[in-house]
């Protein structure tokens, strides 16, 4: 799938879309948390989810996974619901989210990205082990195969859990703030491993902090506010006024911003 | 009641060979899946059920009359069980958290539990039904048929945990993640607590609710300090749990009828107090070893530092300085003496025949090196 331009990959799956989410709503409590939103990421795309703290995104991504039960709305992954084709998502969630304390080393974690493949029961053997490896190899951890976990910097650590997303070998990633608290290698190594997943076909979908890397990170934009605010290209929907919209006009990136080129002027 | 006769006496004694076995099953089973609550964070749970169960325990007896101890099990692991899901329902449907919620079942379950033995022991035909030993435990009771029981339940939960083995490891360490590759968190929540309300119950008669979560807990707790592996860790735990178990369980046994649940702690504690500090790693002995020894490199690079700052006043020229003048550039630091020793062996400084002391080119430069390498650090 590598090479073919968007537009047309999406009407070689049939025009369906890589996730079609429709009418979402998702409350913790009497507290909406999403509400009412629609959504379609086309295949192939890097998209950026964005917004102020407490927007949604994160429970956005859990809703389309099925990871919190949403009041309303439905989830669909290439048309099929997304219980049906659960093979074809791959999650790397928030790093602070399991304790890095936990007995085990780097190798079993990345092979734990095989289990789903595995089923019931099933112990990964010599086929997941090369596979992980071969993973750990992509992200630059090789040589830290045998380590336990807690013994990883903070990057090293979000490198683990992207080399688990890999072995999955799914077709949609989900990825909750693989940039936060990253050292600069770990950054760079993350956005080139994003560009390479586009470039083989994969869709992927990252909750992001950062507005002034968006335009040079992603192709694709969702602004998020509990409502959609905005969702489509990063030319054309990452503006002055959909950021906003989005943020309620406390942005500082929103005097300096420029499309498609980093702006090193935009750190005020 | 010689407590030296007692490994010989294992092995001819039927009586104490049962029980020794009995021992060893339940501080197996309850050692591996209390690695598990202890990685979950829900080492309190094991004390929530082991509580919950006294009831059980004499709701059983009431009802049907019966001593047999499959017969009581099920009663405690009834209760066990009913006590759990009200903590989750109460975490889940109130503002009350998981430590409010465990410590509230925990002593309704036992005061209801204590009030039902007083009453029994009160019936005039029950006088003799010494369901009390399920209190602290009393391994001496253990018959036969009790430890057949204990060894086929505890015999299934660890199977069980074999075959699981893999989808408790992922949900130990990432539920979430695992509920997105197709195995569900709650029903595999819902097993493991199951094999560890078996693992608690079987471990009642022995132990005794009061303290049965020690059980759980420590033996998890001190196998953690010795690996990084969870293999390994299950294994040791449960290695600990039948060692303090079986220990306990004899000891108890010949000297003059102690309760076998305090016996079994005390052991316990012996095996959690040398982990704690011996243990490779984690443990606090070689912490300190650690600390001192960097402490003391510091305070080596410190005086080094001070020899070159004296070298560099005095330029050109050879000169050595008496130690005072170290003491006193080495200003909250003690253990200068100590410190030139390390460098003159090192051949990083020099004594002159009349006792002071003074850098050698060697030291000069590994002076210039740390300090060069401090300021990169800044």
């Known amino acids: 799938m590598a090479g073919i331009p968007r537009g047309e990959a999406m009407e070689e799956a049939g025009g369906a879309q890589a996730i079609r989410v429709e009418d979402l709503t998702v409350a913790y409590g009497e507290k909406p948390v999403l509400w009412d939103v629609d959504l379609e990421v086309p295949q192939g795309v890097l998209m950026a989810v964005v917004g102020p703290n407490g927007a949604g995104k994160t429970t956005l991504i859990k809703a389309i996974m099925g990871l919190v039960e949403p009041v309303a709305g439905s989830v669909e992954v290439f048309g099929k619901p997304y219980r049906e084709q659960r093979r074809l998502v791959g999650y790397v969630p928030q790093r602070n989210s399991v304790d890095w304390d936990f007995p085990t080393t780097v190798l079993d974690v990345v092979m734990m990205g095989r289990y789903g493949a595995l089923g019931w029961l099933r112990r990964p053997g010599r086929t997941e082990r090369h596979l992980a490896l071969e993973a750990l190899e992509q992200v630059g951890l090789t040589e830290f195969a045998g380590r336990q976990i807690s013994q990883l910097s903070g990057g090293q650590q979000q490198r683990v859990f992207l080399a688990r997303a890999l072995v999955q070998d799914a077709r949609i990633y989900l990825m909750d703030e693989p940039f936060q608290g990253v050292d600069a290698t770990t950054e760079r190594a993350i956005v080139s491993l994003l560009k390479g997943m586009r470039a083989a076909g994969k869709t992927v979908v990252v909750v992001h902090h950062d507005l002034q890397t968006v335009p040079e990170y992603f192709d694709w934009v969702t602004l998020l506010n509990v409502r959609r605010i905005a969702s489509g290209p990063v030319d054309t929907e990452f503006t002055d006024r959909n950021l906003r919209l989005a943020y309620g006009g406390r942005v500082s990136y929103l005097t300096h911003h420029t499309h498609g080129e980093t702006d090193p002027g935009a750190g005020g | ?378």
């Not at chain 2, 598990?36 to 749970?45: E, G, I, M, P």
């Not at chain 2, 369901?131 to 602290?136: G, S």
């Not at chain 2, 009393?138 to 074999?162: F, S």
């Open chain 2, 1 to 378: 009641m010689d407590l030296l006769d007692l490994p010989v006496r294992i092995f001819s004694d039927y009586t104490l060979r049962s029980v020794a076995l009995g021992a060893a099953v339940l501080g197996v089973a309850n050692g591996a899946l209390g690695s598990f609550a202890v990685l979950r964070r829900q080492s309190l749970l094991g004390d929530a059920i082991s509580h919950a169960a006294l009831p059980g325990i004499a709701l059983a007896f009431l009802l049907t009359g019966s001593k047999a101890s499959l017969v009581l099990l099920l009663g405690a692991a009834a209760a066990g069980w009913i006590g759990t899901l009200l903590v989750l329902g109460i975490v889940r449907n109130s503002r009350i958290k998981q430590d409010s919620a465990l410590g509230l079942i925990l002593s309704v379950f036992f005061g209801f539990g204590l009030v039902l033995l007083t009453y029994i022991q009160r019936i005039p035909t029950a006088s003799q039904a010494g369901l009390d030993k399920f209190l602290f435990g009393q391994a001496a009771t253990l018959l036969k048929r009790d430890v057949q029981t204990i060894a086929v339940l505890g015999g299934v939960a660890l199977v069980l945990l074999m075959v699981f083995w893999k989808e408790f490891k992922l949900l130990s360490f990432d539920p979430e993640f695992g509920a997105t590759l197709g195995f569900p968190a709650r029903s595999l929540d819902i097993l493991l607590t199951t094999l560890l309300v078996v693992a608690i119950v079987i471990g009642l008669q022995t132990v005794g609710v009061v303290l049965m979560s020690a059980m759980v807990v420590a033996p998890a707790a001190a196998a953690r300090q010795w690996t990084d592996r969870l293999g390994v860790m299950v294994l040791l735990s449960a290695l600990f749990g039948a060692l303090a178990g079986v220990a306990g369980a004899l000891v108890s046994g010949a000297a003059a009828r102690l309760p076998t649940g305090p016996t079994i702690v005390l052991c316990l504690t012996g095996i959690v107090a040398v982990s704690l500090f011996l243990a490779p790693n984690r443990g606090l002995v070689w912490g300190w070893v650690r600390e001192r020894g960097s402490r003391r490199e510091l305070r080596v690079d410190a005086v080094l530092a001070d020899l070159r700052i004296l070298a560099m006043q005095h330029e050109g020229e050879e000169r050595a300085h008496p130690i005072e003048v170290l003491r006193t550039m080495a200003v909250g630091h003690g253990g200068v003496d100590n410190s030139l020793r390390v460098l003159e062996e090192r051949g990083l400084a020099r004594q002159t025949e009349s006792g002071d002391w003074t850098i050698t080119a060697r030291g000069m430069e590994e002076a210039r090196r740390q300090s060069g390498t401090r300021e990169e650090a800044e």
